[in-house]
């Protein structure tokens, strides 16, 4: 719901300031979303006079104008096809920022033509929707004079959220209603004309009650047509709607200024008179919106005695819409069934102002007002005679009588208000209140809150106008005993690993903690005192110094079994002597065979040392730590590949885990002739990290944009250097950066390679213009140039 600042003053008399305003607002349930002043953005642009428009010599589309400004004449090249000699327009400046689409006006060449500013559209000043052409002011405004004072824009926009049950509040005069009994000024009474009527109603009106509860028509002869008052066109741009002509401007700005959906019909279209009822199947309309819609059966339709002529209050139909020549009206203002409406706009995927409002039910006891007060509005600016106006069926009554205790309401609520003063605020929201005994009193809900239905309901009032932020805090009661946490901050990480290597689809294994000495020395067994006095057996003499060797015939024993792929892992304890501090608790990870998860793929893809590492740093994450603030080495174990490795280091002695393929040699060692990989995380090396809350999602509201790069660098370079390099190039745009292609070859000078990354940027606060995407792709050249890897050619 959006409106301004001196369109809710028309209601509200207030000298509260605009952030009192604000606040308030959010305050008692109306959410404030958005705010600004449109003459902070526009400060800059002026009043300009084209005075020659002539066409440029190398575009049909485009004229050189001579200009006329504070400033003396200026050649801009236009492409607006209203750009002609003689017209009053908004001019930006060479360093004008234009606010929709944050570029900044440079003085440049078009086509070979110099141009020094700009002439701007509605569109491009964020005025309204209208990119046809540029504005055309008032001939009468002074050359040089801001924009903002001629077109009196110096009036705050203001949107709030408005939650499904506060229809009330989907108009200016129930937001004023509602600040007003919050303390915020006092309500304008509202004054509503008294028709002199000439003339019975030509018109009869038959309703369905099942669509239609009340439906008032008046018909208003000898009105004129065309465009409204610049004031009443200057309201509706203000909140971002296009003005069409005086009857229909009429109608939206009683839509936004009382919540009062309204549509007019040309009388000289209609045949016959008007019935409301529920759609045949295959009937057709034309709708404003420029749209057909074939109706199913049921739908809330509006019809003369021939045809349908729109969809009953979601939006009007083209045969019987008003134009520039129509002379005489039909004013509808009626009260729809909500559900009906609802559903009739679901089933044809129609939105409107009006379907918004009436889906939520509108104030039944405002139609025969709303049209008085349209129908005054009307012969003041369009002029014509009214007749009597037609009302069919009756407002329904959706008030309730509500008993309340005013001590029920304070223990609910955590306040102390006397009844008096309960009644006082209910009073102000429009509620009626009479006292039935000393804590008690009986509440009837204005025709505008058909919300209100018990007693929580007007605790929740009152509390609102009271104010959230007055109830005071109370501590919830301590409990007598809290069991202490059934596990220690390690076997808790343990646990979570546990949990996310087997999300990884691995199969968790227990194996005996010893193993054959020979085997051991293999994987760094060099102490005596690890070998067992007593051993079960010859091939279990020692403690085992990894994880690695039985996971590894593990899963040799599961290949022999038949099984294409293996996936296995096991977290538990690994030793390098036998004092207390010489046993380390370790996640290990083993994978052999094909990837067969992706089940769509034609062509099994074999595991490789990448999967190992994904692994690896899968477990890392588990446990809080950032795998973009680690280091990666090729200093590993001699079990391990020494081209198709690696460690993941905290700094430069802190090892936290090792991946890769295993050396071909360790394989045959344990009588495996299968292509292996794991990892191994040492779960004692990872430091504690703090316990935060977890925040909410930070996802931008802005479009996000890919950048490829490809950069030469020396073959025995880690690309790992480039990526951090990238990264850190602008951390506040640079959102994420992935390695898709290393190339090696023909156009690639020996010793060197191709490496090729996506850069995606991303802001938080806007959209990237050309300009930012520029600069940062400038700074990540620099940053790679640094390691030593160049653009490539």
Known sequence: MKFTLNWLKEHLDTTADIQTILHSLTSI??????????????????????????????????????????????????????????????????????????????QSKIRGVESCGMLCSADELGLGKDASGIIELPQDAPIGASIVDVLGLNDPVIEIAITPNRGDCLGVYGIARDLAAKGIGTLKPLKVPSIAAQGAAPITITLTESCCKMFVGRVIRGVRNGPSPDWLQQRLKAIGLRPISTLVDITNLMTIGYGRPLHVYDVNKLTGNITVRE??????????????????????????????????????????????????????????????????????????????????????????????????????????????????????????????????????????????????????????????????????????????????????EILRIYGYDRVPDVAMPKLADVSPAALRPAQSRERMIRRTLAGRALHETHSWAFMAEPLARHFGYNHDGLALVNPISSDLSVMRPSLLPNLIQAATRNLARGFDSVNLFEVGPQFRHAKPDGQDM????????????????????????????????????????????????????????????????????????????????????????????????????????KQKAKGALAASDYQATDRDFAFVMDADKPVEDLLKAVRNAEKALVSHVRLFDVYQGKGVEEGKKSVAITVRLQAADRTLTETDIESVSTKVTQAAAKTGALLRA
């Open 29 to 106: 349930g109306l959410e404030v979303e958005h705010a600004e002043n449109p003459a902070e953005s526009l400060a800059g642009f002026t009043v300009a006079e084209i005075l020659e428009a002539t066409q440029h010599p190398d575009a049909d589309r485009l004229r050189v104008c001579k200009v006329k400004s504070d400033s003396g004449e200026l050649q801009i090249v236009c492409g607006a096809p209203n750009a002609r000699a003689g017209i009053k327009v908004a001019l930006a400046k060479v360093g004008a920022l234009i606010p929709n689409g944050g570029f900044i006006i440079k």
């Open 586 to 689: 370790v996640a290990c990870a083993v994978r052999v065979g094909a990837d067969t998860r992706k089940q769509w793929m034609q062509d099994k893809r074999i595991y490789d040392c990448f999967d190992a590492k994904a692994d690896a740093f899968a477990v890392l994450e588990s446990c809080g730590m950032d795998p973009e603030k680690l280091q990666l080495s090729t200093h590993v174990p001699s079990y391990y590949h020494p081209g198709r490795s690696g460690a993941v280091m905290l700094g430069p002695k802190t090892v936290l885990a090792y991946f890769g393929e295993i050396h071909p040699s360790t394989l045959r060692l344990l009588d495996s002739d299968d292509t292996m990989v794991a990892c191994e995380v040492m779960i004692g090396n990872i430091p504690q990290t």
């Open 279 to 460: 759609a045949k199947a295959g009937e057709a309309c034309d709708a404003l919106n420029d749209k057909s819609y074939t109706m199913q059966g049921g739908e809330c339709v509006i019809a003369d005695d021939t045809s349908m002529l729109g969809l009953g209050g979601i939006v009007g139909g083209v045969p019987s819409g008003v134009t520039d020549d129509t002379t005489d009206v039909l004013l509808e203002c009626a009260w729809f069934e909500p559900t009906l409406i609802a559903k009739t706009g679901r089933k044809l995927g129609v939105e409107s102002d009006a379907r918004y409002r009436f889906e939520r039910t509108v104030d039944p006891d405002f139609v025969k007002t709303g049209a008085d007060l349209a129908t005054q509005m009307i012969l003041e600016l369009c002029g014509g005679s009214a007749c009597d106006a037609y009302i069919a069926g009756q407002a329904p009554s959706l008030s309730r009588s509500i008993a309340v205790n005013s001590r029920w309401i304070n223990q609910f609520g955590g306040i102390e208000l006397s009844a008096a003063d309960q009644i006082s605020m209910l009073q102000r929201l429009g509620f009626n209140c009479s006292t039935t005994s000393g804590d008690s009193y009986q509440v009837t809900a204005p025709s505008w809150r058909p919300d209100i239905e018990q007693q929580a309901d007007i605790a929740e």
